[in-house]
Every structure is written in structure tokens, then in C-alpha cells.
């Protein structure tokens, strides 16, 4: 009851917690010279969906959400003048 008010911090047994009663994956992260590092993840057995926060200590220690963009395709080196198609280089 006390976390369904506005308002109100939870930490990391309330993620854990959360995971389970929502069938969710959540992995937590934290900034590390200048990107970001997985730092520990909470799961659910038969989840589906994986939620990311960030922990952050300034100003205060609390979780953000975090958006992880899928990496970009590799993109196939040009061909060079004279290989056939299909050829290995």
C-alpha cells in the first residue's frame, strides 16, 4: 500500500518485488566512464519484456528509467573494383 501512493522511493527489494508480481526482467545499470554497465537485474522466470533503470548517487541515490537502443546493423564493407558478386573478400 505504501508504494502505490505518489510520491513514495522504493530501492532494490521493491524492484525485486515489482519484477516478480509483473512478470518482468529488470536490469539496473549505472554510468561508468562515460557509458553505461549493467550492475544487477532482477527476473522473472517467464518474462517477456526486460525494463532498464538507471541507478544514479548525485543529486540524490534513486532509478530512472533508461532507453537502450538496440545496436545499429553492422553494414557490409563495398565491394572493391573486380569482385564478383557474392564473392568473398
Known sequence: QELARRNTWGGALELAVAAQLKGINIDVYERHEGRFRRITSFSHAA???????????????HYDALDIAPPEPMEAPAPQAGAAAGSLL
Open 47 to 61: 518474462a517477456t519484456q526486460t525494463v532498464s533503470v538507471v541507478y544514479r548517487t548525485k543529486p540524490c541515490r
